[in-house]
C-alpha cells in the first residue's frame, strides 16, 4: 500500500467503523441482529456493491481467528464465576459431549440428505456444532435469563470453539482419524485449561503488584495475557482458544487495579472484533454464488434447529435432571454467528474439494438462523416461564470508582405478578453489604425508608459488596418468587 492510499483507506475504515457503531442502535431498536447489519454492509462494499474484491481464504482465515481471541477475551473478563459455577459442569457437557453428538447427528443427516461422504459430511456437522460467543454474550445477559441457564450457555460458548475447531482441522487436513484421536482432543483441552489457568494466575498476581505509570496500561497488560495464553497454547500443540478464554475468565474474577476500566476496554475491543469479522465476512461473501447454497443452507439449519441440537441437549443433560422447559431453552438458544463461518474457512483454505459449497452455505444458515433464533430468545424465554425483569442484571457506573470500593451496582425492576410487590423495605433482609439504595416510581425517583413499600414497575439500584452480591441476587430472587417469608416457603432462590 502506498503513502497516498493511506488516507483513502484509514478514511474509509473509519467511516465503517462509524456507520457499523450507529447500526447497534438500529438494531435496538427494530429489534434485528446487529451482526446482519454487519453482513449486509460487508456485502455492500463487495463485488455486488463497491465492487471491493476480496477472496482470499487464509487471510480471512487468520484475522477471523485473531477477532474470535478478541471475542472470547472479552467474553471471559465479564463472566462471573459466581454466576457459571453452579453450571460448570453441566456447560462442560454442553460443550464436548453435546458437540461429539451434534456432528455424530448432523453428519449422518446430511449424508443422507444431501448426499455428502461421510468425511464432508462430518465437517458440515463439525462446522455447524459451534455455538458463537459473541452472540451469546451480547444476547444472553440483555434477556433477564435464570443465571444457572445463562452459564451453561455461557461456558458452552466459551468453551466449545476449542474441541470443534480441533475436530474441523483434523477433518480437513485428511489426517487418520484412530483410537489416538480421542486422546489427542483430550491433550489439547487438559493442556490449554492448564495454561490458560497458569498465565491468567500470573498475569493477575503480577497487575495486582505492579505500579504502572498510567491507568491505561492495565487494560492493555490484561488483554496481552489473554493473547499470550493463545500463542502459549498453540505453541504447546494445544487449544489456544481455550487457554484465552480460561485465562481470561480467571483475570475477570481477580482483585485487578482498575478493573472497571478494564472491562469497559475489553468491551470496546469486543465490539471491534465483532464489527471488524463480520464486515470482514461480507466482503469475503460472493451473493453471485450465494442463492446455489440457499437450498443445502436451509437444509443443513433445518437439521440443525429441529434435530441435532434438540438431541444432543436431551442425551447430554440426562444425567443432570433439566426440566423440560430449560431443555427446550437450552435447544433454542444455540445461536450462530460468524464463528461456523471461520471455521469453514479451514478446509477452504487447504485446498478442500466442496469447501466452497460449504462456505457458502454456512453463510446462508447463519443468517437464517440468526432471524430466527436471535429475533425470538427472548419471547421463547418468557413464553416458557424462564425470564423475568426482576433478575437483577450489573449496570456499569463510570461516575462511581465500584472497582476501587469492591462493589457492583445492580438493577431491578418488579414487574405485574412478583412477589416483591407490597413488601416493605425492612422485610427485604438484604445480606449485610448490600442495599437499596434508589427507587424509581412512575419517573420519579427517590431514596427509600425501611418504611417505604414496594410496588409492581418499581425500578430499584442495589449496591452491594463483591461478598454479598451473590447472597444479594438469591434474596432478591427468592422474594419475587415467594414473598418475604420465601425462606419458610423452602425458597432459596437459586
Known amino acids: 500500500m502506498a503513502v497516498a492510499e493511506l488516507p483513502v483507506v484509514l478514511g474509509l475504515g473509519a467511516a465503517v467503523l462509524l456507520v457499523a457503531v450507529l447500526a447497534v442502535r438500529l438494531s435496538t431498536r427494530v429489534g434485528l441482529p446487529s451482526l446482519l447489519l454487519y453482513l449486509g454492509l460487508g456485502v455492500l462494499l463487495g463485488e455486488a456493491g463497491f465492487g471491493i474484491r476480496f477472496s482470499d481464504a487464509s487471510l480471512t482465515q487468520s484475522l477471523g481467528l485473531a477477532a474470535l481471541v ?30 461429539g453428538l451434534s456432528v455424530a447427528i448432523t453428519g449422518a443427516a446430511l449424508h443422507w440428505l ?102 491505561g496500561l492495565y487494560p492493555l497488560a490484561t488483554l496481552a495475557v489473554c493473547v499470550v495464553a493463545y500463542a502459549g497454547g498453540q505453541f504447546a500443540h ?8 480460561v485465562a481470561a475468565l480467571v483475570l475477570g474474577n481477580a482483585r485487578l487495579p482498575h478493573r472497571s476500566d478494564t472491562l469497559s476496554f475489553a468491551e470496546g475491543m469486543g465490539w471491534l472484533a465483532q464489527i471488524g469479522l463480520f464486515v470482514l465476512l461480507g466482503l469475503f461473501a460472493s451473493p453471485g454464488r450465494l442463492l446455489d447454497a440457499v437450498v443445502p443452507g436451509l437444509v443443513a439449519g433445518a437439521v440443525v434447529l429441529v434435530l441435532a441440537r434438540p438431541l444432543s441437549v436431551l442425551l447430554s443433560q440426562l444425567p ?76 456499569q457506573v463510570d461516575a462511581a470508582p465500584l472497582d476501587e470500593l469492591d462493589a457492583a451496582l445492580l438493577q431491578v425492576r418488579i414487574q405485574p405478578g412478583s412477589r416483591l410487590h407490597g413488601v416493605y423495605l425492612n422485610e427485604l433482609r438484604l445480606p449485610v453489604g448490600a442495599s437499596v439504595s434508589l427507587v424509581v416510581r412512575d419517573g420519579t425517583s427517590f431514596t427509600p425508608q425501611r418504611t417505604s413499600r414496594l410496588q409492581e414497575g418499581d425500578q430499584l439500584l442495589v449496591v452491594a459488596t463483591e461478598s454479598a452480591r451473590q447472597l444479594a441476587e438469591r434474596r432478591l430472587r427468592a422474594v419475587d418468587r415467594a414473598g418475604p417469608l420465601a425462606r419458610w416457603r423452602g425458597e432459596s432462590g437459586r
Open 238 to 245: 494445544a487449544s489456544g482458544l481455550l487457554a484465552t478464554y
Open 70 to 99: 478478541m471475542i472470547l477475551t472479552e467474553g471471559g473478563l465479564t463472566t462471573r464465576w459466581s454466576a457459571v459455577k453452579p453450571a460448570l459442569w453441566q456447560g462442560i457437557v454442553l460443550s464436548t459431549v453435546a458437540v
Open 320 to 395: 443432570f435432571r433439566v426440566p423440560w422447559r430449560e431443555q427446550v431453552f437450552l435447544s433454542w438458544a444455540g445461536l450462530r454467528g460468524a464463528v461456523p463461518i471461520v471455521l469453514a474457512m479451514i478446509p477452504l483454505a487447504t485446498g478442500l474439494p466442496g469447501a466452497e459449497r460449504l462456505v457458502d452455505a454456512v453463510f446462508v444458515l447463519v443468517i437464517v438462523l440468526t432471524l430466527v433464533q436471535g429475533t425470538t430468545l427472548a419471547p421463547v424465554a418468557k413464553l416458557l416461564g424462564l425470564a423475568a425483569d426482576t433478575e437483577p442484571k450489573e449496570i
Open 114 to 215: 444431501l448426499g455428502l461422504d461421510w468425511r464432508m459430511a462430518l465437517l458440515w456437522g463439525a462446522v455447524l456444532a459451534s455455538t458463537d460467543s459473541a452472540a451469546v454474550f451480547s444476547v444472553l445477559r440483555t434477556v433477564g435469563i435464570r443465571q444457572r441457564l445463562v452459564g451453561a450457555l455461557e461456558l458452552e460458548s466459551g468453551i466449545n470453539d476449542a474441541p470443534v475447531y480441533i475436530v474441523v482441522v483434523v477433518l480437513a487436513e485428511g489426517t487418520r482419524v484412530d483410537w489416538t484421536l480421542p486422546l489427542l482432543v483430550v491433550y489439547e483441552l487438559l493442556a490449554g485449561l492448564l495454561i490458560g489457568a497458569a498465565l491468567g494466575w500470573a498475569g493477575a498476581w503480577t497487575l495486582r503488584r505492579a505500579a504502572l505509570p498510567a491507568t
